[in-house]
């Protein structure tokens, strides 16, 4: 087996490096996504959708125009939601646990492996890298359910803390703004700007900050075999917090627009219809692999910076190369 090197890669080199793998194993990437993700999405679609009055291609009544036809679509939405109780109780309290818990993880982890062989130059199989993520089935449900608890835990603390901070202001601003008229609008703005400053930081950066430390848990459990894997997701990620961040924030920026270009199309074509939302859960299909190879590229290179596996692959690369003694070739040394 060839063991490639891999250095440590900023944020362009990462998502250039996400491309190429993709681009090189597209067929089992997708074929990952297909069997594991595309069921979900299309159950999802029956219990959220009034399905049986969707027609099959383009709507003979379409509206004349995008606003007109979302106005449709979200009213005819909650009138299916609204009698489709049922519908929404097995969605929240069967369909989200499994699919959370269940299939997504193991879909990340089996991605996780075939991204990783890619890069070392290791022979993985779809089925390979799926029996793989099975076999850590439950190590990685009980992680996965921790991380989610946590992430609850912090976004309902960041939360109350941010209402706390808003009563407060609201209190002191009642008392030393009394007569409006009199305050400085220059004041009023960098004021206004400051609390948004600060709302920013608590609402989004704070919990982001926790999230994405603990975010790794699942390959550090897969492959790594440890425990939980928050606390070596901690350390994996320690001085790396801002390269993250900036790597999902682009990361975010180019998924969502292109989903919303792809999901706009297909409304402008197809309208809300059967066909159009098969074309819709195909293209999701096609970009999910993409975030779930950075996801991985991302592990691999928090692993490179902290453990030195670069080195290790080197002493790989010099043991494989140096010529073994035979005989009495061999030195004796004492």
Not at 43 to 72: G, K
Not at 264 to 280: E, K, N
Not at 284 to 298: D, G
Request: one cysteine or more; a negative charge.
């Amino acid at each position: 087996m060839e063991w490639k090197r891999l250095e440590p890669m900023g944020v362009g080199s990462l998502l250039d490096r996400s491309f190429s793998v993709y681009r090189q194993h597209f067929k089992v990437f997708f074929l990952l996504v297909l069997i594991l993700f595309a069921p979900l999405l299309l159950l999802q679609e029956v219990l959220l959708s009034d399905v049986s009055n969707m027609p099959l291609f383009v709507p003979e009544n379409e509206s004349n125009s995008l606003e007109e036809f979302f106005q449709n679509r979200f009213l005819g939405e909650e009138a299916a939601l609204t009698d489709s109780t049922g519908k929404i109780l097995i969605y929240l309290l069967l369909f989200t646990p499994i699919s959370l818990l269940m299939v997504y993880p193991q879909m990340q982890g089996a991605a996780v492996l075939i991204t990783q062989g890619a890069v070392y130059g290791e022979p993985v199989t779809l089925k390979g890298a799926i029996k793989q993520s099975y076999s850590r089935f439950w190590p990685i449900v009980g992680s996965t359910a921790v991380y989610g608890l946590i992430a609850i835990g912090v976004v309902l603390l960041i939360g109350l803390v941010v209402f706390l901070l808003a009563m407060l202001g609201v209190g002191v601003g009642s008392v030393f703004l009394e007569d409006l008229d009199t305050v400085n609008p220059i004041l009023a703005i960098v004021l206004f700007i400051l609390a948004g400053i600060l709302f920013i930081a608590l609402f989004f950066l704070v919990p982001g900050f926790f999230l994405l430390r603990w975010a790794f848990y699942l390959p550090v459990v897969l492959i790594e075999r440890d425990g939980i894997g928050i606390g070596r997701s901690w350390r994996l990620t320690k001085g790396n917090f801002w390269r993250l961040l900036a790597l999902y924030f682009v990361l975010t920026v180019i998924y969502t627009m292109l989903s919303a270009g792809i999901q706009a199309l297909l409304v402008a074509v197809f309208g809300f219809s059967i066909f159009g939302q098969l074309l819709l859960i195909l293209f999701t299909c096609l970009l999910t692999p993409w975030m779930m190879i950075v996801y991985a590229l991302a592990y691999l290179d928090l692993k490179v910076r902290h453990d030195g596996t670069d080195v290790e692959a080197l002493l790989q690369e010099q043991g494989a190369s140096e010529p073994v003694p035979v005989g009495g070739e061999a030195d004796e040394r004492p």
